[in-house]
């Protein structure tokens, strides 16, 4: 059982909609590489692990995977939220408006809807440990790919936000060693 604490794990502020950018972003919540794909391959996976600390990790990701899946579902609603006629018709917003209007809907950014094959569970562990290790890169990739599609601050912080933290505590270390080499 899960306590759910009614809060976004990292605020969403989103002052701008962009329906364009709505709809690549949505690849996030259900695209191959998304974040609904990865709660649901953790959260299965975890019944094949052997040991308890294995099930707990895959138990404990899995659930950062569903406030990750509710912050890129907040991300696309804010996005989209009140948008005209005018700017659908203006991006190319409106095919997928025309199935789902606005809703938040697991899809890829070129439209195909979730698939049960996007959760790799082979019941071995270290074969699905693998897997999430490769995942989980996929996955930082596409979040790069969306950081470079917006300069929009409102959109960036929540999406950078997810390795951001860990990049700049990279950068200040390389920077700090850089420094001492020089003086050194």
Do not use: C
């Amino acid at each position: 059982m899960w306590m759910y604490d009614k809060k976004l794990e990292y605020p969403i502020k989103i002052k701008k909609r962009d329906p364009r950018l709505a709809k690549l972003i949505i690849t996030q919540y259900g695209g191959p590489d998304g974040e609904l794909g990865a709660a649901l391959r953790y959260l299965s996976q975890r019944f094949s692990m052997i040991t308890p600390q294995a099930k707990a990790t895959l138990n404990d990701i899995g659930t950062e995977e569903l406030a990750h899946l509710e912050m890129i579902g907040t991300i696309v609603r804010q996005l989209t939220q009140g948008i005209s006629t005018k700017e659908i018709e203006e991006s190319d917003f409106a095919p997928f408006y025309v199935d789902h209007d606005t809703a938040v809907y697991p899809v890829s950014a070129s439209g195909v809807p979730f698939d049960a094959s996007y959760i790799q569970s082979k019941g071995d562990p270290i074969t699905d440990l693998y897997e999430d290790m490769a995942a989980e890169q996929k996955a930082r990739s596409t979040y790069e790919y969306l950081i470079r599609m917006t300069d929009d601050p409102d959109v960036l912080d929540p999406l950078f936000q997810r390795f951001g933290e860990a990049l700049r505590i990279v950068q200040d270390y390389l920077e700090q060693d850089r420094v001492f080499t020089l003086k050194g």
